[in-house]
């Protein structure tokens, strides 16, 4: 095992992938010798050239569309977008295209795409800079949603976003890129669309992620000291969604808590609520509780943005509610 940043993580999962296959190549708005918005892709280009690792102009439009195309043509495109809300940008080809065309055309091809898409609350870079939208990729029949919360969920995704005959849009939390922790040394997969349970409870289960797994890990702690256990767990996607872990986890606490930056409304939230209200109902000992963002455009001030996305103490009252129920 080492311990590594999520940026560092993300960039070692490239180069493996690069390294691995040359069908592999890496394209987006200065991915090339400056390393990227984020510097994620830094030292690619030296080491891979700039065949494989290369500029393009500022066309997300374009983007998509050419690593759709790349991909139909035998290639392993991962596309980088500067930040996930310019996926809105690019819909038509992330959603009718990219999504889409496998199963249009019967399965004569596959399209091996993925899109690199920064996301989330980070230091107020406001509302068409901070949103995280899932949500709005939930109905995308045929596309991969990923949603990594640590280095080596980063890594082992990734490198399976790669491997994937599907479409997959790579949600990294760009608030989580100097979060260290332990990544194995060698080979390292995180098959797509299995949940992971980061902490086990009989209390209160709360389905989170991205930065919400580190919120909820902590109103865990402090929930722990009142005796209270609560189940975390961390879908790592929320397409394809693993609900039989969470269908499990919820037969045995009889209480959710489900928890995400997105506002409320049309929230990938929404979905996980309803899948356990039409399979679970039985088991709930009190109503489905989501912790949401607030619904506002999110401030530009670093400050304000504080207070447009969930707390701990949101959760851990939600949580308390939930036993008092």
Not at 99 to 125: D, Q
Not at 302 to 308: C, H, Q, R, S, Y
Request: net charge negative; proline share 6%; charged share 20%.
């Amino acid at each position: 095992m080492s311990e590594m940043s999520y940026a560092r993580a993300i960039n070692r999962a490239m180069a493996e992938e690069l390294e691995r296959d040359p069908t592999v190549f890496v394209m987006g708005q200065d991915v090339g010798a400056f390393g990227g918005a984020f510097g994620i892709t830094r030292g690619l280009q030296e080491r891979f050239g700039s065949k494989r690792v290369f500029d393009t102009p500022i066309s997300e439009n374009f983007l998509a569309g050419g690593g759709v195309g790349a991909a139909l043509t035998g290639l392993r495109p991962i596309v980088e977008l500067q930040y996930a809300d310019f996926i809105a940008i690019a819909m038509d080809e992330i959603y009718n295209k990219a999504a889409k065309w496998r199963y249009m055309h019967g399965g004569l091809f596959t399209v091996p795409l993925v899109i690199r898409a920064p996301e989330g609350a980070a230091n107020g870079a406001g509302p068409e800079h901070s949103q995280c939208p899932e949500g709005l990729l939930l109905s995308a029949a045929g596309l991969h949603v990923v949603t990594p919360s640590t280095p080596a969920d980063a890594l082992g995704l990734l490198k399976s976003a790669v491997r994937s005959d599907n479409p997959v849009v790579f949600l990294e939390h760009k608030g989580l890129y100097s979060l260290k922790g332990e990544v194995p040394d060698g080979e390292h997969l995180v098959p797509i669309g299995v949940a992971d349970i980061k902490r086990a409870g009989r209390d209160v289960t709360i389905v989170a992620w991205t930065t919400m797994v580190h919120q909820a890990l902590a109103a865990a702690e402090i929930l722990a000291a009142e005796g209270i256990e609560v189940e975390v767990i961390d879908p790592r996607g929320v397409r394809p969604l693993d609900k039989d872990t969470i269908l499990e986890s919820v037969r045995r606490t009889g209480r959710l808590v489900v928890t995400h930056e997105a506002p409320k409304p049309g929230g990938a939230a929404s979905e996980v609520a309803a899948i356990v209200a039409e399979e679970a109902t039985e088991y709930l000992a009190a109503p489905v509780m989501r912790v949401c963002g607030a619904d506002i455009p999110l401030p530009q001030s670093a400050e304000l943005e504080k207070f447009a996305i969930p707390s701990v103490d949101e959760l851990v009252k939600a949580c308390r509610s939930l036993l008092d129920y």
